[in-house]
Every structure is written in structure tokens, then in C-alpha cells.
């Protein structure tokens, strides 16, 4: 299978000349008769948790139980340092693009990809061809958090409510085990899956919920998040355009991260990044950004982008393989723990330093569901297949 993968790696010429054989056959489905649904301003919620608790805990760790997590989970600590700049935030959502999934600024078209996220995120455990695929018959919520923390079946279940149509727990009994837990390795996945819940996928103001756990419980199994992290942060940007307001329950510090990656114009590429132990979110988190400037200069400044205005590869981007499609189509499927979309990687080539052309986006616009309602396993399946 690892071979048969290798073997699919593709010249940029040879993308060019597929993408354009498709396009002479289907072209765009959203050319002819598609109008746009989106609300002229969008009202945005960017409530979040709070992360004193979790800065708190992790200040008070010592150097080698930092370690253990950084092997297991990567650089996702950082996030909890990420300063979000809310009227920045507000207003890169009035330029997401539904129907093309992804970011139109002014001139320029732009997208966080796979890899960058995996880039971003860093962990060594990562498998980047293993990715998650919600199981719907699966172990219980109760199994998959005694799984996680070692816990009795009697204590799991005492703590598990319902909230809305989902089973979560509590975070303050979380942050009970993170803080008193026997066994380090617990404490340590316990505040992983804090992380997760409240920062990466906010949904439920401290409150864990099932979708989380499933997606966590099988982290140690070396799948790939980012797909799913990508999967509602899209499916999420639409919902709010669409609408016209609503809460982002993506990972808003991740897009502030990328947004800065494009729009930090350096001289040349520093060759720290080829460094084993250099972290962009490490970086990032330490730099002081100015949070003074008003909506309605950044809605200028974005409107009027030009191609030179930012930086195409992020400066910490190291060149690699590109996923730019799924099967006969060239667009990729994301499955999210809520739902499930698709974006399109050859809308952005720029952002690797490659020459730019427009796809086919063939069946892009029918591609976005949640994970209820009628035939959406059907669906599930189809896509997990591809």
C-alpha cells in the first residue's frame, strides 16, 4: 500500500495536464446557475474558552513531562499562548469564500492546507496518510474516556451529561484528574484532550464532548487530525457566511497563525526551519502583534490585496508533496468529527512556490453535510473510500 501511494506522486506538468482533460469534460458545476447565498456581512461569534486553567497547569510541569506531551502531541500547547485578534478575525470571515472553499482577499486566493497545518502542529506521531473516519458503531462515549483516562466505569458515567443533542463531560472533571491523576501518562493525555476540546474544537463552552473523544481516542493509533481539524474550520467559516452570524467553532488561533505565515513579508527563507527543533507556534506565541486596529481597516487593507502584498509560502513552509486530489476528482475530501466538506489544493499552488491554474471543481458545490439527517453514513463511507 506505502509503495502503491509513492508511486501516485506526480509532476507539476502532469497535474496541469489532468486538471485540464477533466475540465474539458465536466468544467465548473458552479459556472452556470449558481447564485450566491452569502449574507452581505457576516456577525460573527468568536467567544472562547478560557485557557488561564490550562496555561496554569502547563507552567507548573516540569521539563520532562513537557517532553512526554511535545512526543505524543506535538506543538499543540502553543495554541494556549496564540493571542486572538478578534477584529482581524471578524473581518477575514466576511472573505471566505463558500462556494470555492477558501479565503478571497482583494486579488488573491488562499486556503490553510493539509500541509501547512501539519506543519504548523508538528508531531512526530502523526502518520499523514492515516486519517480519521468517524466510526458510528463504535465503543461508547463511557468506554473511549475510560480508555483515556484510566478511570472506573462508575466514575465516567456519574460525570457524563447531555448537552444539545451530544453526550459531554464536565472540563472541571478533567481538570480534577490533570491536577491529582496517579499515572503521568494520564495527566498528560487528559490535558491533550482539554486542548482538543476547548481550544481546537470549541463547540461546547468547557465541556468535552463525544465527537472530541472519538477523534482522541485514536490519536495514539498515529491517525492525522488535521483533515478533521481542516474539515469543521471550513464547514464552520461557510455556516457563518451563509447566515450571516453564528459562533466559529473552529481553531481560531491555528488561522491566526497561518493569516501571519502569508502576510509577515521576510527577505529570505531563514534556515531555521530545517532546524529538528524549531516550532512555528513556538515563534509565533512569543511575538507581540498590535491589537489596535479597527474592522474597518483591515476590511480596506484586505479588499485592495495584491499578488506582491504577501508572502506565497509561509516562511516556515518547508517544500514537500502536495494531496491535491481524491480519485478522479481534484478536490480533497475532509472528514470533520461533526461533518464532512472538500476544498480545493490546486485553487492555492502559489502558496508552494508552483504556478498557478484554475481547476475543475465538478460536484464541489453539493460536497458539504453534518453528520445527521438522511443518508449522510452512505456518504461517510463513499468518502472514506475515496
Not at 516550532?279 to 485592495?304: T, V, Y
Request: hydrophobic residues 40%.
Amino acid at each position: 500500500m506505502e509503495n502503491e501511494f509513492l508511486n501516485k506522486v506526480e509532476e507539476n506538468t502532469a497535474v496541469r495536464a489532468w486538471s485540464k482533460k477533466l475540465q474539458s469534460k465536466k468544467w465548473d458545476s458552479l459556472a452556470e446557475g449558481y447564485t450566491s447565498e452569502l449574507q452581505e456581512f457576516t456577525r460573527v461569534n468568536v467567544a472562547q474558552n478560557e485557557s488561564q486553567e490550562l496555561r496554569d497547569i502547563w507552567a507548573r510541569w516540569d521539563e520532562r513531562t513537557k517532553q512526554l506531551f511535545y512526543q505524543s502531541y506535538g506543538d499543540i500547547s502553543y495554541l494556549l499562548d496564540i493571542k486572538v485578534d478578534k477584529h482581524l478575525f471578524r473581518v477575514m470571515v466576511q472573505f471566505w469564500n463558500s462556494a470555492y472553499k477558501c479565503f478571497t482577499f482583494g486579488e488573491v486566493d488562499l486556503v490553510p492546507t493539509m500541509e501547512e497545518c501539519t506543519t504548523l502542529l508538528r508531531c512526530p506521531k502523526v502518520q499523514v496518510r492515516k486519517t480519521y473516519a468517524r466510526v458510528f458503531n463504535g465503543q461508547t462515549f463511557a468506554k473511549k474516556l475510560m480508555n483515556i483516562s484510566r478511570m472506573s466505569e462508575p466514575w465516567v458515567t456519574a460525570r457524563i451529561q447531555q448537552k444539545g443533542d451530544s453526550k459531554c463531560i464536565p472540563w472541571e472533571n478533567l481538570q480534577d484528574l490533570v491536577l491529582t491523576h496517579l499515572d503521568e501518562r494520564k495527566r498528560v493525555d487528559t490535558f491533550a484532550l482539554s486542548i482538543y476540546r476547548l481550544v481546537i474544537f470549541p463547540k461546547a463552552l468547557r465541556h468535552v464532548d463525544e465527537a472530541v473523544a472519538d477523534l482522541f481516542d485514536r490519536l495514539e493509533k498515529g491517525i492525522t487530525p488535521v483533515p478533521a481539524i481542516l474539515a469543521e474550520t471550513f464547514r464552520s467559516l461557510s455556516l457563518c457566511r451563509k447566515t450571516g452570524d453564528g459562533w466559529f467553532i473552529g481553531c481560531v488561533q491555528l488561522l491566526m497563525v497561518w493569516f501571519h505565515g502569508h502576510f509577515w513579508k521576510v527577505d529570505k527563507v531563514s534556515y531555521r526551519v530545517f532546524s529538528e527543533g524549531y516550532s512555528p507556534l513556538k515563534e509565533e506565541a512569543a511575538i507581540q502583534r498590535r491589537e489596535d486596529i479597527l474592522e474597518e481597516k483591515w476590511i480596506e487593507i484586505l479588499q485592495n490585496l495584491k499578488e506582491g502584498d504577501i508572502e506565497w509560502r509561509a516562511y516556515w513552509m518547508v517544500p514537500d508533496e502536495i494531496m491535491y486530489r481524491c480519485g478522479n476528482f481534484d478536490w480533497v475530501s475532509l472528514l470533520g468529527i461533526w461533518g464532512a466538506t472538500r476544498y480545493t489544493p490546486l485553487l492555492v499552488l502559489r502558496q508552494y512556490k508552483s504556478r498557478q491554474f484554475v481547476p475543475t471543481t465538478y460536484g464541489l458545490a453539493q460536497c458539504e453535510f453534518s453528520f445527521k439527517g438522511a443518508h449522510y453514513k452512505k456518504k461517510v463511507r463513499e468518502l472514506s473510500d475515496a
